[in-house]
């Protein structure tokens, strides 16, 4: 907690959206963070399904914005890939919250710093071969949108987008050995992968 605090002020003064730490305890456990009022990206687009390419745009430049950040000496190197940029290494609509001031960035304990990469191509194939459980609200971006949220979200990248096509088969090699991802997940984000490499 007491790292992800860290991590927060220091984004937080240079102007990047992420709630205001309130209050940590002395031995580091527990944060009180500024209550946003709002709600999660996804519940916001199963709300408002007109806006999910529009929020697949807003996604790719919370990525952009963070990514122009210089990282903290503090950050660990990413996992994969050499790079000298701020990461939030999981920064998919999960982790936005719409508030009546704009997006907010939460979930910050796996900051690091790296190639920024590696944070557009994990949120794409999340976004593009996660599994959906039990909740309905994500059933129904899904379902409605989830292609266009992963084609507005790419088309905010423009022609980086080819660079970025190359290290895809890298960063899943990366998340599929995550132990929180299903074999369900695992074995979508390789089809993500073979599908690519075949229309490439």
Same mark, same amino acid.
């Given at each position: 907690m007491a790292?992800?605090?860290r991590?927060?002020d220091y984004?937080?003064?240079?102007?990047y959206p992420?709630p205001?730490?309130?209050?940590i305890?002395?031995?580091?456990?527990?944060?009180v963070?500024?209550?946003i009022s709002?709600s999660?990206?996804v519940d916001?687009?199963?709300?408002?399904?007109?806006s999910i390419r529009?929020?697949g745009t807003v996604?790719a430049?919370l990525?952009?914005r963070?990514h122009?950040?210089a990282p903290?000496d503090?950050?660990?190197?990413?996992?994969?890939?050499p790079?000298d940029?701020f990461?939030h290494?999981?920064?998919?609509?999960?982790? &936005?919250?719409?508030s009546?001031?704009?997006? +907010?960035v939460i979930?910050w304990?796996? !900051? @690091?710093r790296?190639?920024?990469?590696v944070?557009v191509?994990?949120?794409?194939?999340?976004?593009a071969a996660?599994?959906?459980?039990s909740s309905?609200?994500?059933r129904?971006?899904e379902?409605?949108?989830?292609?266009?949220?992963?084609?507005?979200f790419l088309?905010?990248?423009?022609?980086?987008?080819?660079d970025?096509?190359?290290? &895809?088969?890298?960063?899943?090699?990366?998340? +599929?050995?995550?132990p929180?991802m299903? !074999? @369900?997940?695992q074995?979508?984000?390789?089809a993500?992968?073979e599908?690519?490499?075949?229309?490439?």
């Open positions: 790292g992800e605090a991590t927060m984004l937080r003064g240079h102007g992420v205001a730490v309130e209050e305890s002395e031995d580091g456990t527990d944060l963070m500024e209550r709002g999660s990206m916001f687009m199963s709300r408002r399904p007109w529009r929020q996604l430049d990525h952009r963070l122009a950040i903290p503090f950050l660990p190197p990413a996992p994969v890939g790079g940029c990461l290494m999981d920064l998919h609509p999960l982790n &936005v919250m719409i009546g001031k704009g997006p +907010v979930d304990p796996n !900051a @690091a790296g190639d920024p990469a944070d191509i994990l949120a794409w194939v999340l976004m996660g599994e959906v459980r309905p609200v994500m129904v971006v379902v409605w949108g989830r292609g266009s949220l992963v084609k507005g088309a905010g990248f423009g022609s980086e987008l080819e970025l096509k190359h290290k &895809v088969r890298d960063v899943v090699a990366f998340k +599929v050995q995550d929180n299903s !074999a @369900a997940e074995r979508a984000m390789w993500v992968v599908k690519f490499e075949v229309t490439a």
